[in-house]
């Protein structure tokens, strides 16, 4: 039935090919439920990973998860192909306990650079050879690391509140120039939440920017650690990407948990759970579209105020399926909660309504947006970002699709009832700002698209077959030491969760890999030598959520 | 109207146009404005009220609110500005980007560690008088969060707060409702509650020499201003 999803995919690495490849650098194996693991030396790190990028194709850094054990400290590097997300390999890098010291993969992956200033935040593994080892989620001035194993909660801390220093001034390299030095935020309303750019002017145009991130860092991955899987996890994915991108998140953590315990989710919960993702997904890009031409354009009317419209019929949608507005805590483990509202009928037709009114509504963002001149000259060939350099920076999501990367997991790496219906992957060679924003609106067509086809087979569904949750255990508690890495297509991109279980029924560690965290990082790539407008244009088109930047 | 139907006073008479003018005063006073504020005036055009009341009055009635998005409840309170809800409607939707401009401000969201200094900054700009409307479970104590290592519990730590609204995140209509019990407490003159406010902004070195302090002692300049989180103490 689908048609534009069948792509081209690069001969498998198998994992005889790995360990030739690796040889004796793999000292072990320590396989996770989604890949190969291989374990290797700390000093090897940079060696390997730069073989399995150009040997093997392994060219998407996916997500480096950090852990302390009893009597050691690891990193594993979840390492991925863009053209081909199915195939992928862990890479277990353990240190000991006293010196834990641990080569960094900045060199090979420029992705790896917040990676690990994240892991040394937060866990406390120092990584050799990092260009800039600074705390990155916490202040600087923080005592401890707060998800190692002997960490206090109890003690105090001190934040400052300080001007911040030209970074450029001390060592003397622009004594000539006159930049200037600029604090974008933390409050600031171009920044989309709480976010600190630290900006180096030279008259207009950028010189340097540093995205001061953290200012929302709330210990998401703590409170999962704490939550037991059944139902006391559920309500957290909501508040990451908390742009109504609800359903999106929960399903990541509902497909992480279910290949952990291996649950299968019946068909017809399947299809409900695809139609409501597709719905946050709208809502979000709605927003998405609607703050970016605030910045752009910078006034609260017209086009701001269309596309909340837009979110409100689709939040209203979303509220009589869910029964929240924005904290849907609809999914469960092998299911939903609760089937389509009675009179299913009233439901169908209102939803129905909302997708006919649609393709009108995308003219008119079409008339006002994209084909306005000035917002073109605004947008086209600013924030160019190369698809090479999206890839080295993690990009996901239509950030990495607005640069022609064609990479959705929801197509490449199946799951939900995607595979089964007929819609498209949308990208864009532009790699500017237009091109992403292009994408996002494309992306709410095909969005849809879907949405229609899975309310014609809910409609259909016979009666009696209509299965919501699967049978689950009152108490979850997967084997010891089951690893696994998941990840789905939020609204902003790969939305990867880790976990690892320890027996108990909750998460041993529970580790979340945020596609605006990686996104936000291309950020001085983009910009610098743009002018200062470009920059604001270029942040909004990133779409950053902070709830999931800092979680 | 368009051009095609000439002006009276075109076409007809060139004498001065006063008639639109006369009937729009009519009889008896003036009440061109026809406010509800005049009618409540009466045929007299003097009122006499406490000047306090009345600057409260005109307070809570333009309420210049700060543009301060925060987490998950700043969505809702963005439908809240926006059409369909349209805080506006209550003489209470201009948002001001800079605090210096605003009287109102709504916290919308978790306060951690690294945002407690600045959201105090930002309080401490906005002139007086000034409310503070905090919005979701997160400004009550910390909400979902409460356990996280860094996450400060409540806004109240911080901050003084008139108005709490409940809920994770509270609807924009709890929103409104909120607004408008703050509005209410603003005409009467009611003022915000005085609390305990462990959390202030203060110069490194007046802070008492303990073991944290001497540690960072060689990071921190002595007139850094510094916020000193006491997690034991901590509700």
Same mark, same amino acid.
């Given at each position: 039935?689908? %048609? ?27 396989? !996770? ?6 374990? /290797? ?20 850094? *996916? ?27 862990? /890479? ?9 010291? *641990? ?26 050879? !990092? ?52 604090? /974008?935020? $933390? ?43 059944? !139902? ?11 742009? *109504? ?12 948990? #279910? ?9 017809? =919960? ?70 389509? $509202? ?92 237009? *091109? ?8 709410? #067509? ?74 936000? %990082? ?30 | ?41 009466? %045929? ?52 001001? =980007? ?18 407690? $200094? ?42 003084? /707060? ?55 002692? %060689? ?17």
């Amino acid at each position: 039935m689908s %048609s534009g999803l069948e792509r081209t995919r690069p001969v498998e690495t198998t994992e005889d090919d790995l360990e030739a490849l690796l040889g004796d650098r793999a000292l072990a194996r320590d396989d !996770h439920l989604n890949a190969p693991g291989f374990v /290797i030396r700390p000093d090897d790190v940079q060696d390997v990973l730069s073989d399995l990028r150009d040997e093997a194709g392994f060219d998407h850094l *996916s997500c480096l998860t950090a852990q302390q054990y009893e009597d050691r400290y690891e990193s594993i590097y979840h390492m991925k192909k863009y053209a081909d997300p199915t195939q992928e390999v862990s /890479i277990v890098v353990p240190t000991t306990t006293d010196d834990p010291v *641990s080569e960094s993969a900045a060199p090979v992956f420029r992705t790896a650079d917040w990676h690990e200033r994240e892991a040394f935040d937060l866990v406390g593994i120092d990584y050799e050879g !990092h260009p800039d080892p600074r705390r990155i989620l916490l202040p600087e001035t923080w005592q401890g690391h707060p998800l190692s194993l002997d960490y206090d909660q109890e003690k105090p801390q001190l934040v400052t509140l300080s001007e911040h220093a030209n970074p450029i001034q001390p060592d003397h390299h622009d004594a000539e120039s006159d930049t200037m030095f600029l604090n /974008i935020g $933390p409050h600031h309303p171009a920044t989309h939440g709480v976010l600190h750019v630290k900006t180096v002017l030279d008259g207009e145009t950028v010189v340097d920017v540093d995205p001061d991130v953290g200012y929302l860092h709330r210990c998401e991955e703590q409170m999962c650690q704490q939550g037991t899987y059944r !139902h006391q996890i559920m309500p957290y994915p909501d508040r990451w990407d908390y742009v *109504s991108a609800g359903l999106l998140n929960e399903w990541a953590y509902a497909r992480a948990a #279910e290949d952990l315990a291996d649950i299968e989710v019946p068909e017809y =919960a399947q299809i409900i759970r695809t139609m409501g993702a597709e719905l946050c997904r709208i809502a979000s890009h709605m927003l998405a579209l609607g703050t970016f031409c605030l910045d752009v354009y910078g006034d609260f009317t017209a086009v701001f105020q269309y596309a909340f419209r837009d979110r409100e019929v689709v939040q209203d949608i979303l509220e009589d399926l869910t029964g929240q507005r924005l904290m849907f805590n609809y999914f469960r483990l092998g299911g939903v909660a609760w089937d389509l $509202p009675e009179p299913r009928e009233e439901f169908i037709a209102k939803t129905r309504d909302f997708l006919d009114e649609l393709p009108a509504k995308v003219d008119e963002y079409n008339d006002m947006v994209t084909s306005n001149e000035i917002f073109q000259v605004r947008c086209i060939d600013t924030g160019v970002l190369e698809p090479e350099v999206a890839k080295d920076y993690g990009c996901t999501g239509p950030v990495a699709r607005g640069s022609g990367v064609d990479y959705d997991i929801r197509r490449d790496d199946p799951y939900g009832y995607y595979s089964e219906l007929d819609w498209d992957v949308i990208t864009d060679d532009g790699c500017d700002n237009y *091109s992403r924003v292009l994408c996002r609106m494309r992306e709410v #067509e095909e969005s849809a698209k879907i949405i229609e086809q899975c309310l014609d087979l809910l409609e259909d569904w016979p009666e009696d077959e209509r299965e919501i949750q699967a049978n689950v255990p009152r108490t979850l508690k997967p084997d010891a030491d089951t690893e696994v890495y998941r990840a789905v297509e939020g609204a902003k991109g790969e939305l990867g969760i880790y976990i690892r279980s320890d027996g108990t029924d909750k998460p041993g560690r529970f580790k979340i890999r945020s596609p605006c965290y990686h996104n936000l %990082s291309a950020l001085g790539e983009m910009t610098q030598g743009e002018y200062i407008p470009d920059l604001i244009a270029s942040l909004g088109s990133l779409d950053i959520v902070l709830g999931e930047v800092d979680r | 109207m368009s051009s095609d139907n000439p002006r009276q006073s075109i076409y007809d008479s060139t004498a001065p146009s006063t008639d639109t003018r006369d009937s729009r005063i009519g009889e008896g006073p003036d009440d061109r404005f026809n406010s509800k504020l005049r009618e409540a005036f009466g %045929s007299t055009p003097f009122i006499l009220t406490k000047f306090d009341k009345f600057m409260n009055w005109v307070r809570g009635n333009s309420m210049f609110m700060l543009q301060f998005g925060i987490a998950c409840c700043s969505i809702e309170m963005i439908h809240t500005y926006a059409i369909k809800h349209d805080l506006d409607r209550f003489g209470a939707g201009v948002p001001r =980007a800079s605090p210096r401009q605003a009287d109102v401000m709504i916290v919308p969201g978790t306060i951690v560690s690294k945002f407690g $200094p600045r959201m105090k900054r930002v309080y401490d700009q906005m002139p007086e008088p000034k409310f503070v409307v905090g919005m979701g479970s997160c400004t009550i104590s910390g909400g979902p969060f409460q356990e996280g290592y860094n996450v400060v519990k409540g806004a109240e730590e911080i901050i003084p /707060i008139d108005i709490h609204v409940p809920g994770c995140p509270p609807r924009p209509e709890a929103l409104v409702y909120g607004v408008a019990k703050l509005q209410e407490r603003i005409r009467n003159g009611e003022s915000s509650p005085v609390v305990v406010k462990p959390y202030e902004l203060e110069q490194f070195g007046d802070l008492e020499k303990d073991e944290l302090v001497q540690k960072l002692a %060689s990071e921190i300049d002595e007139d850094d201003l510094v916020m000193r989180y006491n997690w034991a103490d901590s509700p």
